[in-house]
């Protein structure tokens, strides 16, 4: 049955691509035609064929390959932009005019199958992309008054009810409103457990519904699910350059006509120095060949976005190459406490009491104005109230003192709830709870006017792995802190369990900026937070992370690198992938430079021929650093 409706309803699935497969059908023909050619051309010289016929064969090996390079290399020439094409094309027309038609046919086609490589390695990077696209079904069921309705995905608006059955496809964002399922949410956290949901829960494009029948109402459009968000940053990703990748794009700007000038001195010193025209012209072509900076040119953006792309996978969103070259270089990683290295899921052990108010006075009151507030703390105080049944009253002028706490008004009185800082600014006298009668842990002040009404103790505890997570980072000799805006005493606390090198507490949002300015000082930093009260501090790191992206669209869009996933062991992957990355692309530009600058200077002297400099030094070197690059698509690398 509900195989049925998958496949009923999966029969708009768009035709997209076929046009690029059309002609890449058409490209491989010709590189076949190219080589047979060139095949032919070179056993009728042995045979000692006709040279006419033979140079017949070579143009049309030169040709078939040639058809896609020779028009962007004149292209490039009318517009004074010498680029590899350009290089390509003189290097083998110039070949035929001096009598070396085989060297002339050999340059096109290689060059032309190092084109076909460096295609073959961004579709790949591509097909990364494109299956995070495919997430989405084409299609999704949704229920009309006594029916149901299959209708493109593009198409369902926001409060539709969608039908999700077992094993289906959930189409868009949107909240649960009847049935209760488990959720396979790795397609975009990267996190293969499934997550159970009931009615109220949010459910994301792109997830897999496992045993349950739920029917979802639709929170957001097709082109605004997280999972949209999603490709839309990774494909803009490639946009932001690393500083490395940027300085090469710049330089092989420069290089080619400086190359260029070079082979024609090359080759007129050649020839002041008594060789003949043809072998002075061979030597400077030679040159020309070597000196194409394609290998080169390649391999760094298809190093970063392989990167990239499979760190997406991983449910790690990197927003751009810049990133990944600043994360390989990290000196200090900067923790947030609450909602980062703690889980944020507090829990009221206490409510002390002063000035005669009642433990459930203190608790509504309290309540009543965090129902307007999205941090941790506020979430946990209005679920203490919901599950004790107590009513919460109205509020209004309701605002956030950011890392200090709340103020607002019940009736006509004013209400702080915050932190001993928070007080101690208004100079509310506090009734500082002892040890004895209130226990330690997150302390939260309730006072209304100028009394302290009392103090709510609220516990916090560890994330799952964050433990592991500094301790690899310690390993790997890089300095890990935790700021909080909490106390003294329970930042303490806190430190000494998660094993952090060092703490800061009772910071406000300002103070985690500054903090971060003066690590930053002593190398590259990385702030992980979960987008509350710091989000300054994020943008202030030289690399901002932020957890649990999921659910928070500020926590995606503020951060430079997103964890979809709420697992701090994803820190110290990244650090390592980003390490692995950049290794990868210094391989590669010292290999190019070497191995162009050996053959180079062999050249020079007439010790290469056009053949070598193409197949080693051009095609040869192309594989090799893209090779080298794809290295990173693969998971867990
Ligand atoms: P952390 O740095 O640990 O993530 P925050 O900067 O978010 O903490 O908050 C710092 C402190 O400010 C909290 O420990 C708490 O005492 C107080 N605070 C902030 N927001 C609230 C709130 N909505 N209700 C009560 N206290 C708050
Ligand atoms: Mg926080």
Known sequence: MSQET??????????????????????????????SMLVLGIALGFLSANIILIYCVFLASMLSAGQFILPRGARGLMKLRLDMHFLMSTASIGAFIIGAPAEGAAVMFLFFISMLLEERAEDQVRHELEQLIQLEPPSATIKMKDSEACIPTSEVMRGDVLIVRPGGKIGLDGVVVYGETSVNQAPITGESIPVTKIIGDKVYAGTINQEGYIEVEVTSKSNETVLSKIVELVADAKNKKAPTEKLIDRFSQKYTPVMVTLTILLGLVTWILGASPVDATYRALTLLVISCPCAFVVSIPVSIVSSIAGSARDGVLVKGGIYIEQVSKTKTVAFDKTGTLTDGELSVKEVCLHNNFSREEVLI??????????????????????????????????????????????????????????????SIMLDEPSKHSCGVGTLVYVAQGNMHLGT??????????????VRELKSMGIRTIMLTGDSETVAKDIAQEVGVDEYMAELLPEEKVAAIEEISTNGSSIMVGDGINDAPALATADVGIAMGAVSSDAALETSDIALMQQDLRNVPGIIKKAKKTMRIVRQNITLSISVKLFIGIFAAFGLVSLWMAIGIGDMGLTFAVIANALRLVRKNT
């Open 365 to 426: 009151t309290a309540a009543t104005l965090e129902q307007m507030s999205e941090h941790p703390i506020a979430r946990a105080l209005v679920d203490v109230t919901k599950n004790e049944d107590m009513e919460l009253r109205e509020t209004f002028g309701f605002s956030a003192i950011p890392g200090l706490g709340i103020e607002g008004k019940i009736g006509d009185a004013t209400y702080l709830v915050g932190n001993r800082r928070l007080l101690m600014e208004q």
């Open 456 to 469: 709510i103790v609220l516990a916090d505890s560890l994330r799952a792995g964050a433990v592991e997570a």
């Open 6 to 35: 998958e496949t009923a309803c999966t029969t708009c699935a768009a035709t997209a691509g076929t046009e690029t497969h059309k002609s890449r059908q058409y490209k491989y023909r010709m590189a076949v035609l190219s080589a």
